[in-house]
């Protein structure tokens, strides 16, 4: 099978980045986690070249037996990983766990993935209570203090980009107190229910590329009957029109599926109208559906305001 023509993207560091990539995120449970080595190989084989991935998810490892299985020349596929939050002050340990987790020599991109250091349990496992996110947030070390060691593991060689997640304009402004280097990309919670707008200007202006998780906001976002109507007018699925969207707005998207079908449909996206694209964007509440706070206000040891989720 021809691979399809995913467009891609221009990062700030010159590097190109496919636009539509695959997350590989699937929850706990080992057996899970040893799957996903299935479905990415079969992503790979029908066209993706781009995985998403991280620590904390557990999968890097079947991201790497993906990526030697395929075939594929290694420099061929964009690999991302991502630094947990109760990690930092151990950075460079960090990537390299995970490099050897994945048996890669290094990374595409590397991204903090929460701003807020936590407390982790004896060793650097799995923060207790991480599911309800009732952790312990940390005030050292600061996301400066981190961003200063991912500077280190991007002059080492082992990540040929960095970046953030899950930062906002707020925390941004305190990372650029302190950083040398402009972050490459930003992942962050973005769909037609949250669409962002502020922070993606902001983005723009810096030269940081968007990417966004969650992207086609589960069932209840693929469920509109806006986007409904729209996925009819083009005959489409109303995950295609979403997805079509992002990329329209100059975002990358990461979507998970372990479905063949479903995997080709993803990367098979319609050319929207303008006036469809501002329509899709007018559907914005502002509401995270992902990461969104407990019973406490807190979102894994944070509040709203720390994060700068208003």
């Known amino acids: 099978m021809v691979p399809p023509n995913i467009p891609s993207f221009a990062l700030n560091t010159g590097a ?4 539509v990539g695959l997350g590989c995120f699937v929850g706990a ?8 080595k299935n479905w990415a190989l079969t992503a790979l084989k029908n066209g993706y070249r781009h995985l998403d991935t991280a620590w904390i998810y557990g999968t890097e490892i079947a991201v790497g037996e993906a990526i030697r299985e395929s075939g594929i020349p290694r420099e061929e596929i964009f690999v991302t990983t991502k630094l947990p939050w109760h ?11 995970s490099l050897r987790n994945a048996q890669l020599d290094y990374f595409d991109l590397y991204l903090i993935h929460f701003p807020q250091a ?3 349990p004896e060793g650097r496992g799995r923060p207790q209570n991480a599911e309800d996110h009732n952790v312990q947030a940390l005030d050292s070390p600061t996301l400066n203090e981190t961003w200063a060691d991912m500077e280190k593991v991007l002059a080492s060689g082992k990540a040929k980009a960095i970046g953030v997640s899950n930062f906002s304009i707020k925390t941004l402004e305190q990372l650029f107190t302190t950083a040398k280097i402009v972050p490459a990309v930003l992942q962050v919670e973005l769909h037609p229910y949250l669409t962002q707008d502020k922070l993606l200007a902001y983005c723009k202006e810096k030269g940081i590329l968007v990417t966004a998780y969650t992207p086609t ?10 986007i409904g109507t729209l996925a ?21 998207v990461t979507p998970k599926s372990e479905n063949e079908g479903r995997q080709l449909e993803n990367i098979t996206l319609p050319t929207l109208s303008e006036e469809d694209i501002r329509t899709i964007t007018s559907l914005d509440r502002d509401e995270r559906l992902c990461n969104y706070p407990n019973e406490n206000g807190l979102v894994y040891g944070w509040t709203m305001e720390q994060f700068g989720w208003s």
């Open 118 to 120: 936590v407390a982790y």
């Open 217 to 226: 906001g589960y069932a209840k976002v693929r469920g509109d009957p806006v």
């Open 16 to 19: 190109s980045i496919p636009a």
């Open 232 to 252: 009819t007018k083009y005959g489409v699925t109303p995950a295609q029109i979403i997805l079509a969207w992002h990329v329209s707005r100059g975002c990358a």
């Open 29 to 36: 449970g080992d057996e899970k986690r040893k799957q996903v």
């Open 87 to 97: 990690h930092p002050g151990y950075v460079l340990e960090s990537v390299e766990d």
